[in-house]
């Protein structure tokens, strides 16, 4: 093991202090939360400006992704919503997995923290998954070698398991966290699990101060619904985490809630947590803007503008929690702009010093 984790790069801002950011709403609910984040940000004046590129899932070449990461490239920074693979040709790629894979973002972190008052099965739950987000089974390796017999590649190699311990270990370090639990399934994928885990464990010599242990991935699923709360920071492969984030977002309260981040070297973007399109529910007003305004105030910390972030963080908690405004998917009644709106009502009573 050699690499250092030096964390990522924050670009400076530009005149005026104000920072330039790539927006990428995607299909389905995308482009209405999307709408959500800019009015918001409108209100607070938060010194960043958006340069949004549609990404038309129908098209056939990839212009419209390529002058997507140049923009990235360029700015350091993007939103997100989900961009829909619409075909199932064997060359279409995912077009959500070719910008984590050209922009090296190596891991993915979600922060699933219990909402008071939303009804779920569990209370108080504050897990941090880190997921391994550009190789493992995503490596989008896939041919039928003879007819009627295809072979899948899961990937798993020294560095990017150790850039991602390392992440979640320093994570615990940083935020007095106590415990990383790595999550594998070494006991049947020898070779490419039982890499991942003795990266692990290597990386983990360097963090004495922190307990680690591991867990095989069925276990853990069954673990995560009766006892969440024997998790703190969990360290895993890319399918692994896609799994255990839906678990505990549906644990905490759907799909609408919870905010995630994808860091590399140099670039970082932020989306929701589970990354999904919402097809079904877009145009309709009921889409829940909590986990996309999230996402954007993550940003706002990152880009280092923190007093904007706190208190759009916490209009949004004393609208979902205080004020019980709540859209269908977490048991209210509300639609997504009366969410926004008691979000801008309560923001416009603070007096912050931006
Ligand atoms: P698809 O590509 O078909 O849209 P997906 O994997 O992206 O599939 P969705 O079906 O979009 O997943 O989302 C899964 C579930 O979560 C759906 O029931 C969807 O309505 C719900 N959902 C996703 N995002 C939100 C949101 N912001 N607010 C409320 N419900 C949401």
């Known amino acids: 093991l050699q690499k250092k984790w030096t964390g990522v790069d924050i670009p400076s801002a530009q005149y005026g202090g104000r920072h330039a950011v790539t927006m990428l709403p995607g299909g389905g609910i995308g482009p209405e939360l999307m709408h959500y984040v800019r009015e918001i940000f409108r209100f607070v004046g938060a010194p960043v400006d958006f340069e949004t590129i549609e990404i038309d899932p129908s098209t056939e070449g990839n212009d419209d992704l390529d002058y997507a990461i140049t923009s990235i490239k360029r700015n350091g920074v993007a939103i997100k919503g989900n961009i829909e693979t619409k075909s199932q040709g064997l060359d279409e790629v995912s077009r959500n997995v070719a910008i ?28 941090v998954l880190i997921r391994q987000n550009t190789d493992g089974e995503y490596a989008m390796l896939e041919h039928e070698s003879v007819r009627g017999v295809v072979e899948s590649m899961k990937v798993v190699t020294v560095e990017n398991a150790e850039r991602v311990a390392r992440y979640a270990f320093e994570y615990a370090r940083q935020n007095n966290r106590k415990k990383v639990t790595t999550i594998h399934k070494a006991n049947i994928m020898k070779l490419s699990d039982g890499l991942f885990l003795d990266v692990a464990k290597a990386v983990h ?14 276990n853990t699923c069954m673990q995560l619904v009766s006892n969440p709360h024997q998790f703190d920071v969990m360290n895993m492969t890319n399918l692994y985490g896609t799994i255990v984030s839906n678990v505990i977002c549906g644990l905490i309260g759907g799909a609408g809630l919870l905010s995630g981040a994808n860091y590399g070297d140099h670039f970082a973007i932020f989306e929701p947590g589970t990354r999904n399109t919402g097809t079904a529910i877009a145009g309709k007003n009921i889409a829940n803007p909590v986990a996309m305004i999230s996402a954007s105030t993550d940003m706002l910390n990152h880009l280092g503008h923190k007093d904007h972030a706190r208190a759009i963080n916490e209009a949004i908690y004393e609208t979902v929690v205080n004020d019980g405004i709540r859209t269908p998917d977490v048991g209210g009644s509300a639609s997504s702009t009366d969410v926004v709106e008691n979000i801008l009502k309560i923001l416009s009573k603070k007096r912050v010093n931006w």
């Open 205 to 218: 010599k360097e963090y004495p101060e922190i307990e680690h242990n591991n867990m095989i991935i069925d």
């Open 100 to 127: 984590r894979n050209e922009l090296d973002l190596f891991v993915n972190v979600v922060h699933c923290r219990s909402y008071p008052g939303i009804p779920s099965r569990h209370k108080n739950i504050d897990v």
